[in-house]
């Protein structure tokens, strides 16, 4: 053999061992040995921040000088649930892809990050498999649609967000080609026509609003569908002739109103006007309090 090939080959060999003695230098302890001072991490009783892995039953923490820094796996309670979390962080910030399992290793979730913020969609699954639901976000601002499925895959819900509010056409549904609520939002707020309907697929409510307050002429329905009630709204506040009428019809009631107040046919107050909720808007607000992201980024920021 050539001299120059034997030299090639010891230094590949010696390459190779190099290298494997690098690889085999990375520390790896017990979980039970670690120790969080002032936000960084030590090996008890050690005074420099620590640098490798911790390890325990289905728990694997990375950390450089002391930072999270690397892959990251270990449980998390959701609901008096046990989950599975697996992710990566660098420099102490979340990045890239995380996964929420179920114990039998199904995904629960699949997270984005792009330096700690929500990116991207952000997807969620029943057990079997099946998708819940979805959100998109742009550098941690919710952006895009945000769709919910029942257990068989049918839509539940379907609203589109810009720039972190309620924009365009949202959609409800009871059951399958059963809708619930039909509406618009402009900037967060309900504007423009709404529709609401029983399980039965009757209408219940038809009206409009403007900044989420309601405008112009409200029908509410039996459920039977013939029309109950019809209401004028000016700037949220009952203002012109309201008429409610029996399931035959017939005119039961007629009263007026000026500005929230009951009048007279002469204008005066009969009743002044109470503080109204308007229980449709508050149900929008519980609605955007509810959204899967929160709970889940809460969940892994608190680890």
């Not at 090996?43 to 002391?66: D, M, V």
């Not at 002739?241 to 017939?250: L, M, N, R």
């Amino acid at each position: 053999m050539k001299k120059s090939n034997l030299l090639l080959i010891i230094m590949i060999l010696c390459f190779g061992i190099i290298k494997l003695s690098y690889s085999d230098t990375k520390r790896v302890e017990k979980i039970e040995n670690k120790q969080l001072k002032n936000n960084i991490v030590y090996f008890k009783n050690e005074s420099a921040p620590f640098t490798g892995e911790f390890r325990g039953p289905g728990i694997n923490e990375e950390y450089k000088s002391g930072i999270k820094d690397g892959f990251f796996k270990g449980v998390i309670s959701d609901e008096g649930k046990t989950f599975i979390y697996e992710g990566r962080y660098v420099e102490g910030i979340k990045h890239g892809q995380w996964i929420v399992k179920y114990p039998n290793g199904s995904n629960r979730a699949i997270l984005r990050y792009n330096y700690d913020k929500p990116h991207g969609q952000w997807a969620y699954f029943y057990e079997t498999n099946k998708i819940e639901s979805y959100e998109n976000f742009e550098d941690g601002i919710l952006s895009g649609k945000v769709v919910s499925y029942d257990s068989k895959g049918n839509v539940k819900t379907q609203v589109t967000y810009k720039s972190g509010l309620l924009d365009g056409e949202a959609v409800f549904f009871h059951s399958p080609s059963i809708l619930d609520t039909i509406t618009v939002f402009s900037y967060g707020k309900l504007n423009g026509s709404i529709e609401m309907f029983s399980t039965d697929n009757i209408p219940l409510v038809e009206g409009t609003y403007k900044n989420n307050k309601r405008e112009g002429m409200w029908k509410l329905f039996f459920k039977t569908g013939d029309i109950k009630t019809t209401v004028p709204y000016k700037n949220g506040l009952k203002d012109g002739k309201v008429t409610i009428f029996d399931k035959g019809g017939g005119i039961v009631l007629l009263s007026l109103f000026k500005n929230g107040d009951e009048i007279d046919s002469k204008g005066n107050i009969i009743e002044k006007n109470k503080p109204f909720k308007d229980a449709i808007v508050e149900r929008f607000k519980k609605f955007n309090r509810n959204l899967k992201f929160e709970k889940y980024d809460k969940l892994l920021s608190e680890l």
